[in-house]
T-cell receptor
Framework: KAGVTQTPRYLIKTRGQQVTLSCSPI?????VSWYQQTPGQGLQFLFE???????NKGNFPGRFSGRQFSNSRSEMNVSTLELGDSALYLC????????????FGPGTRLTVL | DQQVKQNSPSLSVQEGRISILNCDYT??????FLWYKKYPAEGPTFLIS?????DKNEDGRFTVFLNKSAKHLSLHIVPSQPGDSAVYFC???????????FGAGTRLTVKP
């Protein structure tokens, strides 16, 4: 079974631009969660999608949004990028039978200049 | 490819006893290892870390052991408390590259 994939792996943007990141979960997984990892900090939860609905949301500004498609693929969008948005963005998927076990993708490294 | 593996999806222990969570990795280039704790509907929170130059790091009730030759690390919680019940993730990365790899997690249940 293929793992969680994220595209692109690396991205460089400038302040004020917007960006869309993509995550394809493991086949059969319907839950996708997004996390932000910044240097020196732990993972911070962004949001979780399940069956095309946002189920949980972390404490991030409205510039961060996401969606999930009928095939469970998910996208995350960040608008009006700020320097502080430079981070590793991870998505994780889990199956309906075991929502505790999250399988993480390799992440997208976003650099905002 | 799953470079970091947690082979036990769940673990149940009695309050006051020791909890041992295990993690294996395949990439010998990893030189920094972390454990995260996660409650439902929250992001994982950092718990403890260890670099490859050490074989043990202790922080209160939590101790992480690293066996580089076996590519194995473990988290010991002594004594275990009901509030420790959560999902624990191990993670690893190489040098100054924050390209971190995570295990799938182990759910720890501490029974009163």
């Amino acid at each position: 079974k293929a793992g969680v994939t994220q595209t692109p792996r690396y991205l460089i943007k400038t302040r004020g631009q917007q960006v869309t990141l993509s995550c394809s979960p493991i086949s059969g997984h319907r839950s996708v969660s997004w996390y932000q990892q910044t240097p020196g900090q732990g993972l911070q939860f962004l949001f979780e999608y399940f069956s095309e609905t946002q189920r949980n949301k972390g404490n991030f500004p409205g510039r961060f949004s996401g969606r999930q498609f009928s095939n469970s693929r998910s996208e995350m969008n960040v608008s009006t990028l700020e320097l502080g948005d430079s981070a590793l963005y991870l998505c994780a998927s889990s199956s309906p039978d075991s929502t505790d076990t999250q399988y993480f993708g390799p992440g997208t490294r976003l650099t905002v200049l | 490819d799953q470079q970091v593996k947690q082979n036990s999806p769940s673990l149940s222990v009695q309050e006051g006893r020791i909890s041992i969570l295990n993690c294996d990795y395949t990439n010998s280039m990893f030189d920094y290892f972390l454990w995260y704790k996660k409650y439902p509907a929250e992001g994982p929170t950092f718990l403890i870390s260890i670099s490859s130059i050490k074989d043990k790091n202790e922080d209160g009730r939590f101790t992480v052991f690293l066996n580089k030759s076996a590519k194995h690390l473990s988290l010991h919680i002594v004594p275990s408390q009901p509030g420790d019940s959560a999902v624990y993730f191990c993670a690893a990365y190489k040098g100054n590259n924050n390209d971190m790899r995570f295990g799938a997690g182990t759910r720890l249940t501490v029974k009163p």
